[in-house]
């Protein structure tokens, strides 16, 4: 049986909002006993066409298949964790940033962490040999990034969530165990939220949540890019070395 937690009577004001964004951190924790619990059967099916994630030619790769669709979001959700660690650990946290901003990046903090360990758990428990299987800890380095500056930490905020979005929304087509694609299509939900958070905190009042350069005008859909796409923009912070040669 899949526990779920409802959300109820949200309603569309600022308060309202990190409300929204705390209950649907709740809602991936509980959706994250469902991937947890899977059969270890679901992807028998598929596994003479996957290629499994681990070092091939002395570098990891993610491999291909519903395993390397997962292992390519931890490899991001490490990244957006790591992100969010260091700015609610910042030293001028609490003054370059108002009340609700804190609350705010607070809980993009709490959720980014709980999906890099859902997904840690969840291929832990899944792939055959993790200890051999699972995409080691990544090292991360953001150059000149001032994480005491407002502008410049909300500015890579919006840059990692739309990437974020676009490489879920890119993946979905990857995905061939209909309770990977349900748990991703909630993961992504909850990833398209935190964009438009920090889009609101850039520009209040404005369009600017669900502005043209991240949703397609005539389908109303978030873009959608593959990882390809993905993974040269992921590589400017990521400084372990790895592959996805069998990813398109």
Known sequence: MKNEVKVQGINAS???RRSFLKLSGLTLVTAGLVLAGCSDNDNDDNME?????GVKNGVFDLGSGDFGVLTYAYALEQLEADFYTKVVNASNFNTVFNDIERQVLTDLYHHEVIHRDFFKAALTGA??????QLLPSLAFSYGSLNFNSRTEVLATAKALED???????GAGRLIKTADYLLLAGKIVSVEARHA????SL???NSKDFAGDDIVN???GLDTAKDPSKI???AAGFITTKFTAKYLP
């Open 14 to 16: 600022l308060d309202s």
């Open 49 to 53: 066409d996957n290629t499994l994630p």
């Open 127 to 132: 792939l055959p040999d993790p200890g051999s």
């Open 163 to 169: 990437t974020g979005v676009a490489a879920y929304n």
């Open 196 to 199: 438009s958070a920090i889009r």
């Open 202 to 204: 850039i520009n209040p």
């Open 217 to 219: 005008t005539s389908t």
């Open 231 to 233: 993974l040269p923009v």
